[in-house]
């Protein structure tokens, strides 16, 4: 697929290039430690019976919790640990990992579930 595009798109961030370049240096540090552990797991989810597909069935099962139940199961939690002021849940369609939590600062998260 080709573009008649000749340039690279610009991008204007709402930070200054000092505050854009920290956070691209903070976060571009990568860990290789665990490469060989995912690799042997891999490894073998290929290798099992079945395959990755199977694998996961196997892992976790078929049935799943309607995203508006695990909401209210996270919001139960963090009001039993009285934490729920510091977190805010979002339900967001079509994440590639079912959940994950993001720091907004100051102490405050967001719970992301798929």
């Given at each position: 697929?080709?573009?008649?595009?000749?340039?690279?798109?610009?991008?204007?961030?709402?930070?200054?290039?000092?505050?854009?370049?920290k956070?691209?240096?903070?976060?571009?540090?990568?860990?290789?430690?665990?490469?060989?552990?995912?690799?042997?797991?891999?490894?073998?989810?290929?290798?099992?019976?079945?395959?990755?597909?199977?694998f996961?069935?196997?892992m976790y099962?078929?049935?799943?919790?309607?995203?508006?139940?695990l909401?209210?199961?996270?919001?139960?939690?963090?009001?039993?640990?009285?934490?729920?002021?510091?977190?805010?849940?979002?339900?967001?369609?079509?994440?590639?990992?079912?959940?994950?939590?993001?720091?907004?600062?100051?102490?405050?998260?967001?719970?992301?579930?798929?």
């Amino acid at each position: 697929c080709s573009s008649d595009l000749t340039e690279a798109p610009k991008f204007i961030y709402a930070y200054s290039d000092e505050v854009v370049t920290k956070a691209f240096q903070d976060n571009s540090k990568v860990c290789f430690d665990y490469l060989p552990d995912a690799q042997r797991i891999m490894d073998k989810v290929n290798a099992s019976d079945g395959g990755p597909d199977a694998f996961m069935k196997l892992m976790y099962g078929e049935e799943k919790i309607p995203s508006e139940e695990l909401h209210d199961l996270i919001l139960e939690y963090l009001k039993d640990h009285n934490i729920d002021d510091k977190v805010e849940i979002r339900v967001v369609e079509g994440m590639l990992s079912a959940a994950n939590v993001a720091s907004c600062g100051e102490g405050k998260y967001v719970v992301n579930i798929a």
